[in-house]
């Protein structure tokens, strides 16, 4: 299995327009973060997980010529509103699965109705393959994919483990129960927005206390805000298994 990171920036991504913090202006490419997402190789299948302002550019900078499947962790425009740009997906493979909650595919429904449509289709408009998943472990092809369910603030968010991978962002508490679906993992990856808390997102304290319940072998921190600091020092001060990822990242895993 092999894992790109796509971006590893929060909403408004870094640096944000007409900002001068020192770390928007900082030249180091690992201070340059895009809108999260990831894309997952395994099984001979380019799984995607969600699809943000930045999708496009995300795909040309990694030379992604195929996407099988999108999964959605939730509806927040950064992590969704991309969804247009799978448009040369589309015209070349048909209609693009993807996997959401019942309110996440009511919420794209709405923002992408030309997509949906069933009648009077726009021609150059993109179609996709609806899949609503609930809180149980899913398959896609030979990909055995496991929801992981977590809050965002009182927003209701899916992480997903696909064999020893998980991902969650968007996370500020998650339930006992869902945390021992994580044990074992070899890579966990998990959102640190920054170092003061915040009501809908873990901290960087929080985003290590949860690192170190799991135990995983490895562990890498996204959904990252300039107020978490330069890269190379934030990188420095954490402990050896734990790894503030970056744009464009691979991670390679066994299974
Ligand atoms: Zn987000």
New binding site residues.
Partial sequence: MEITFLGTG??QGIPIIGSNHPVCLSENPKDKRL??SVLVKTHDLTIVIDCGPDFRQQMLANKVDRVDAILYTHE?S??TIGLDDIRPYFFKQGDIPVFAHQRVMNSLRKRFDYIFASENKYPGAPSVREHVIENKPFKFKDVHIMPVNAMHNRLQVFGFRIGDFAYL??VKTIEEEEAKKLKGVDVLVVNALRIEAHHSHFNLEEALEFIEKINPKRAYLT?ISHMLGFHDEVQASLPKNIFLAYDNLKINLDA
């Fill in positions: 929060t909403s809108r999260v927040h950064d992590h962002t968007d959904h």
